[in-house]
């Protein structure tokens, strides 16, 4: 199993309309979770990030976090299309030799279509 | 400064020949990251720096790549005999905390 995996689409949706992305993590003991935007050409940029199990908002974007099962989301609101773009989940992972370290999954292409 | 710097921003280089990669991370970052991108891949971790140690170099992929930050700020990613397979943009990112970091404009590397 990949330690980080996210659907890579692409997936699709209509101005105005509720975008969900999906991610999965192997590490059971992981803490922390990222989700990042990453426009065509550009270099990832930090839109949410999540600790604790249950939901998180801001503005548009709510992550949600469930460690039981090992799966993180973001969804996003009132979709535009600039929104348009290549959402990275990223998860710290704890090593073998008790360090950790940030993992990116490779990412869902989202669309936004007026 | 006020964000993470790479240098340079392209790179062409033959194959067998040695590169070196810049990144100057934001002023007081303690964490710096490297990263390599694939089109269409997410970035592929390959080596964390707390300070001037490398915390975890386990992503780098054999021992032709070197990382190195001597003085705690900035680091230098480091090819020696290049392949083709080594084209990819190569992101450096900083944080003050784990997970939350800023990422540089990245160097786009070319073997041919």
């Known amino acids: 199993q990949k330690e980080v995996e996210q659907n890579s689409g692409p997936l699709s949706v209509p101005e105005g309309a509720i975008a969900s992305l999906n991610c999965t993590y192997s590490?059971?003991?992981?803490?922390?979770f990222f989700w990042y935007r990453q426009y065509s050409g550009k270099s990832p940029e930090l839109i949410m990030f999540?600790?604790?199990?249950g939901d998180k908002e801001d503005g548009r974007f709510t992550a949600q976090l469930n460690k039981a099962s090992q799966y993180v989301s973001l969804l996003i609101r009132d979709s535009q299309p600039s929104d348009s773009a290549t959402y990275l989940c990223?998860?710290?992972?704890?090593?073998?030799?008790?360090?950790?370290?940030?993992?990116f999954g490779k990412g869902t292409k989202l669309t936004v279509n007026p | 400064g006020a964000g993470v710097s790479q240098t340079p921003s392209n790179k062409v280089t033959e194959k067998g020949k040695y590169v070196e990669l810049r990144c100057d991370p934001i002023s007081g970052h303690t964490a710096l990251y490297w990263y390599r991108q694939s089109l269409g891949q997410g970035p592929e971790f390959l080596i964390y720096?707390?300070?001037?140690?490398?915390?975890?170099d386990s992503g780098l992929p054999n021992d032709r790549f070197f990382a190195v930050r001597p003085e705690g700020s900035v680091s230098t990613l480091k090819i020696q005999r290049t392949e083709r397979g080594d084209s990819a943009v190569y992101l450096c990112?900083?944080?003050?905390?784990?997970?939350?970091?800023?990422f540089g404009s990245g160097t786009r590397l070319t073997v041919v």
């Open positions: 999540i600790y604790s199990n």
């Open positions: 990223a998860v710290i992972l704890l090593t073998q030799g008790g360090s950790e370290k940030l993992v």
């Open positions: 720096f707390q300070g001037t140690g490398a915390a975890d």
């Open positions: 990112a900083s944080s003050f905390t784990q997970g939350a970091v800023t």
């Open positions: 590490d059971r003991g992981s803490q922390s």
